[in-house]
């Protein structure tokens, strides 16, 4: 049995608060929301993971680092100078620092006063039948340490890490049926494939514009591998991508992109309860 049944079936399980076994139905493709919806709202903000299940994107990305004191929170770059009022590396800085910040006055008034999320406090929020697409930004010691936190929030169903080898390796060692999203790119977009096979990864991130590679992405299908696609959201992009087989391409710009996936029969996903 193909990988992609397993993913679809085995491991649409989700374990709810409550300790109760739900059974879920992931989506097969749809439009990732690239660190929420960061087009109109603060990236890696709640704010802009709640827009985009609002919208009803069917994966949304977010990147995740540990702190000075091993703490993991969500932010893109190196360094918190860029999306809010402080300045510094997020390895230089801890949890206590960081939550003075504000991570969404830079981008406008009126998201003033938001915080940087811990992973944790992020993970709370997200439905249980939205992919999670967790981009790793460090190695070994934080594959690990997101691997056990997202077992203790019972989101192994739906939570993958986007992760170099190395991050994934520690990762897999810490809980071996994590999922992973291989990231170790390759300059071929076939030899990237075959390596993400021989990986026996449940996803992949594609890079480019223009032309997508369809024999890798039929290569990959073929194995069960589900195909993200980084970066092209023009219309025509998009109708590339989702005509060639991708499953996810990753927007900024969500709500634009409704319209084109509801022309390949992609409804925005449903909220649930």
Same mark, same amino acid.
């Given at each position: 049995?193909?990988?992609?049944?397993?993913?679809?079936?085995?491991?649409?399980?989700?374990?709810?608060?409550?300790?109760?076994?739900?059974?879920?139905?992931?989506?097969?493709?749809?439009?990732?929301?690239?660190?929420?919806?960061?087009?109109?709202?603060?990236?890696?903000?709640?704010?802009?993971?709640?827009?985009?299940?609002?919208?009803?994107?069917?994966?949304?990305?977010?990147?995740?680092?540990?702190?000075?004191?091993?703490?993991?929170?969500?932010?893109?770059?190196?360094?918190?100078?860029?999306?809010?009022?402080?300045?510094?590396?997020?390895?230089?800085? #801890?949890?206590?620092?960081?939550?003075?910040?504000? !991570?969404? *006055?830079?981008?406008? =008034? &009126?998201? %003033?006063?938001?915080? $940087?999320?811990?992973?944790?406090?992020?993970?709370?929020?997200?439905?249980?039948?939205?992919?999670?697409?967790?981009?790793?930004?460090?190695?070994?010691?934080?594959?690990?340490?997101?691997?056990?936190?997202?077992?203790?929030?019972?989101? #192994?169903?739906?939570?993958?890490?986007?992760?170099? !080898?190395? *991050?994934?390796?520690? =990762? &897999?060692? %810490?809980?071996?049926? $994590?999922?992973?999203?291989?990231?170790?790119?390759?300059?071929?977009?076939?030899?990237?494939?075959?390596?993400?096979?021989?990986?026996?990864?449940?996803?992949?991130?594609?890079?480019?514009?223009?032309?997508?590679?369809?024999?890798?992405?039929?290569?990959?299908?073929?194995?069960?591998?589900?195909?993200?696609?980084?970066?092209?959201?023009?219309?025509?992009?998009?109708?590339?991508?989702?005509?060639?087989?991708?499953?996810?391409?990753?927007?900024?710009?969500?709500?634009?992109?409704?319209?084109?996936?509801?022309?390949?029969?992609?409804?925005?996903?449903?909220?649930?309860?």
């Amino acid at each position: 049995m193909k990988r992609l049944h397993f993913l679809l079936t085995a491991l649409a399980l989700a374990t709810q608060a409550s300790s109760h076994a739900e059974d879920l139905t992931m989506p097969v493709r749809g439009l990732c929301a690239h660190r929420g919806a960061m087009s109109t709202f603060p990236e890696n903000t709640i704010p802009a993971f709640m827009e985009a299940v609002r919208l009803g994107a069917h994966m949304i990305e977010f990147d995740v680092q540990l702190t000075k004191d091993g703490a993991l929170v969500l932010m893109h770059d190196a360094t918190v100078n860029r999306t809010t009022d402080g300045k510094g590396k997020v390895s230089d800085l #801890t949890l206590a620092e960081i939550k003075t910040l504000d !991570a969404g *006055a830079k981008l406008d =008034a &009126r998201f %003033a006063g938001t915080r $940087i999320p811990t992973f944790e406090e992020a993970l709370a929020v997200f439905p249980r039948h939205v992919w999670l697409n967790c981009h790793l930004k460090g190695g070994a010691a934080l594959g690990e340490a997101t691997a056990k936190v997202i077992v203790k929030a019972g989101r #192994t169903h739906q939570a993958f890490l986007a992760a170099t !080898a190395d *991050a994934a390796k520690a =990762a &897999r060692a %810490a809980v071996p049926d $994590i999922l992973i999203c291989n990231m170790e790119r390759q300059g071929d977009s076939m030899a990237y494939a075959q390596e993400t096979i021989a990986m026996k990864t449940q996803f992949i991130q594609l890079l480019g514009k223009g032309d997508v590679p369809e024999e890798a992405v039929k290569l990959l299908k073929a194995a069960g591998v589900l195909v993200n696609y980084y970066h092209d959201e023009t219309s025509g992009g998009l109708r590339r991508q989702w005509r060639a087989g991708v499953n996810f391409p990753l927007v900024n710009d969500l709500a634009k992109a409704l319209p084109v996936a509801e022309e390949f029969g992609i409804k925005p996903l449903a909220q649930q309860p």
